[in-house]
């Protein structure tokens, strides 16, 4: 994987207020835990501690990724792929190594296994619909599921998986990012989400290198998981329509990569205080893996995750 280069001229500029001897990596997913708590953040990425149940959403969207990434790809290639066997295949992997936690919406893994391959399905046939095609790079290779990193002024890399670059039949360039939520968002939250702007980050400082020559457009897929529906005029899982935006201007990527220059500040200060907002909005329920450890000290339900190299 490479690493671009965003010159220091490219933001605005800010008194170093905190040395930047070295390196602080930083994704769409810690940095934004860093802003809703950084307590939180710092039992994750300094403490290195987790929950020793995992939940079946993330196992969902990671099976359900591969899947559509090895679908598109055949796709784009003329070829066929059984998604279902790949889905389950990974599922299964996935389940077999953890203390798997469903909510009460799910009954186990076969009412998990039966929503992913409905829901498959009915992505196949938007897709087919859609008349979307996976971009490639100059060396031929679809551009899907592509990690890609940015190393940004102080010292702050920032790192993004694209799930999907594609082309629409009128030649616009889209950052797709696909989802696998129980609801749909709304237009508004593409306008102003910081993930979209991440991707557009790190993929605007690698065009050159991937042949791209704009981006026109960002947004999310929603592939709506719910539970397979025993009537039949109850609403199952479904693709929602796409939440394709405009691309971010200069000046809202600028707006964001200053505000990761302001959290990667925050982190080599070790400003890690719990913020608990209010009683509607507060992070700190029995959703937070940590609320136990941070609110009583007790860390029953916490592991530390052993350590990983980390390459710039």
């Known amino acids: 994987m490479t690493t671009a280069v965003v010159s220091q001229a490219s933001v605005a500029s800010v008194r170093p207020p905190v040395s930047a001897e070295y390196d602080v990596y930083l994704s769409h997913s810690s940095s934004t835990l860093m802003e809703k708590c950084g307590a939180a953040y710092a039992y994750r990425y300094r403490d290195r501690l ?10 969902f969207g990671s099976a359900f990724d591969q899947a559509v990434s090895a679908f598109v790809i055949a796709d784009l290639y003329g070829l066929s792929v059984d998604v279902n066997a790949v889905f389950v295949n990974a599922y299964k992997e996935w389940a077999a190594t953890r203390v798997v936690d469903f909510s009460t919406r799910w009954k186990g893994h076969d009412d998990i296994l039966a929503t992913g391959e409905l829901l ?8 087919k619909a859609s008349g979307l095609k996976v ?28 799930d ?25 939250f593409a306008l102003n989400s910081g993930q979209l702007t991440g991707q557009q980050l790190v993929l605007d400082a690698h065009k050159e290198s991937l042949g791209i020559t704009s981006i026109d457009k960002v947004g999310f897929l929603n592939a709506v998981k719910r539970p397979v529906p025993q009537k039949k005029d109850a609403e ?40 608990s907002l209010d009683s509607y909005c507060t992070p700190c329920t029995t959703m937070c893996d940590f609320h ?9 339900g916490l592991h530390v995750r052993p350590p990983r190299s980390r390459t710039a």
């Open 50 to 59: 987790e929950s020793v149940t995992s939940s079946v959403n993330l196992g």
């Open 120 to 127: 498959l399905s009915r992505f196949v046939e938007w897709w």
């Open 135 to 162: 971009m490639v790079d100059l060396q031929g290779m679809p551009i899907v599921q592509r990690e890609l990193r940015v190393r940004l002024p102080r010292n702050v890399i920032y790192s993004s998986i694209l």
């Open 164 to 188: 999907l670059v594609v082309m629409t039949p009128d030649g616009e360039v889209v950052i797709l990012d696909v989802k696998t939520p129980s609801q749909d968002s709304t237009e508004l």
């Open 236 to 275: 199952g899982p479904v693709v929602a329509p796409m939440h394709l935006v405009p691309a971010r201007t200069p000046e809202q990527v600028e707006e964001y990569v200053q505000s990761r220059l302001w959290i990667a500040d925050d982190i080599r200060r070790k400003r890690f205080a719990r913020r």
């Open 292 to 300: 136990l450890w941070c609110s009583k000290q007790i860390r029953d």
